[in-house]
């Protein structure tokens, strides 16, 4: 299954509004540029894990919220998640990306 970048964007977007944040208000928070923010939600850009995690965080959202379209209650197993995520180096953040990709292709 081939990730949708664009319907991505849409749900970055979608939330972003839905928090009353602008593109350079979001861009502030995540310490990128709001051209960045606006390349990622018209798929221009691709985000990486670092910066999505910034975007999920600054948006209090979950990853599947972003990726997937699932919105969760507060859910301590996704923060507990994202928090040690939030602790890795860029190695590290590397192979946990190609396991969860590793895990999703398999449709558990």
Partial sequence: MATDYA??????????????LTQEKLSEKCDVSPQYVS????????????ILLRICDVLEVTPDAILLGVIRHEDETWRGVAERLRTMDEKHLALADSLLRWVAGQNL
Avoid: D, L, V, W
């Fill in 7 to 20: 319907e991505i964007g849409k749900r970055i977007r979608a939330i972003r509004k839905q928090r009353g």
């Fill in 39 to 50: 390349h990622i939600e018209r798929s221009i850009s691709i985000p990486s894990t670092e």
